[in-house]
């Protein structure tokens, strides 16, 4: 599985951005489509995901501001982030954690980073 992040880019403080992130391969079982973020010197972290089943998870510090969303027939998912603020600039990270076939175990995939940065 490839996957291919898109959007990103430079925000004033308020403002919005849309990430869209595209899966190629093969996507099935119960699996989850999201994003991580990282700034420079800090462990790469969860900002939302989406599971297959619909369920979604966020960090606390997006809730209310950012939505995950994912269109499973375009295996994409997206990131709708509003509300942005300058401690949301890092680089966001695309993220499928997708199982094996007929095995009881999944592998996590990551997408090339997109940089996000938010001015004051």
């Known amino acids: 599985v490839q996957l291919q992040a898109y959007g990103g880019g430079l925000v004033q403080a308020g403002g919005s951005l849309r990430l869209s992130c595209a899966a190629f391969g093969r996507i099935f079982g119960r699996n989850t489509l999201g994003w991580y973020r990282q700034v420079p010197g800090k462990e790469r972290e969860l900002v939302a995901a989406m599971v297959s089943d619909g369920t979604t998870n966020y960090a606390d510090s997006v809730k209310g501001r950012f939505t995950v969303s994912r269109d499973n027939a375009k295996s994409t998912v997206y990131l709708q982030m509003n509300s942005l603020k300058p401690e949301d600039t890092a680089v966001y990270y695309c993220?499928?954690?997708?199982?094996?076939?007929?095995?009881?175990?999944?592998?996590?995939?990551w997408g090339q980073g997109t940089q996000v940065t938010v001015s004051s």
């Open positions: 993220y499928a954690n997708i199982p094996v076939l007929f095995r009881n175990y999944a592998i996590d995939y």
